[in-house]
Nanobody
Framework: EVQLVESGGGLVQAGGSLRLSCAAS????????IGWFRQAPGKEREGVSC????????YYATSVKGRFTISGDSRKNTVYLQIDNLTPADTAVYYC????????????????WGQGTQVTVYS
């Protein structure tokens, strides 16, 4: 029911920052638990952050805690992922996803996915 479109990726130098956007349409993102995932070439998809339904509690993978911040703007129906102090290891396609559950998780299944946005970090 909900559609998701990511944007905001790009080519950045190590140490820089990006703010990724996940624009929802068709339904309020507030009705879903939201996750951010990334997939680097040749690697499995990795959950990096999620937040509970209704723009609720946020969670982060250990590897990104302190550098990544998830947030939502209900008026814009958009979820963001602020990424600070980027490193080359952050290079990946970043996806947002939604599931009609209250609690988010970085391991369980999500039903709705965006097309992804490329983040490339050079040293």
């Amino acid at each position: 029911e909900v559609q998701l479109v990511e944007s905001g990726g790009g080519l950045v130098q190590a140490g820089g920052s990006l703010r990724l956007s996940c624009a929802a349409s068709g339904a309020p993102f507030l009705d879903y638990a939201i996750g951010w995932f990334r997939q680097a070439p040749g690697k499995e998809r990795e959950g990096v952050s999620c937040m509970d339904r209704n723009n609720g509690r946020a969670y982060y993978a250990t590897s990104v805690k302190g550098r990544f911040t998830i947030s939502g703007d209900s008026r814009k129906n958009t979820v963001y992922l602020q990424i600070d102090n980027l490193t080359p290891a952050d290079t990946a396609v970043y996806y947002c996803a939604a599931v009609a559950l209250f609690y988010c998780g970085l391991g369980h299944r999500y039903d709705y996915w965006g097309q992804g946005t490329q983040v490339t970090v050079y040293s």
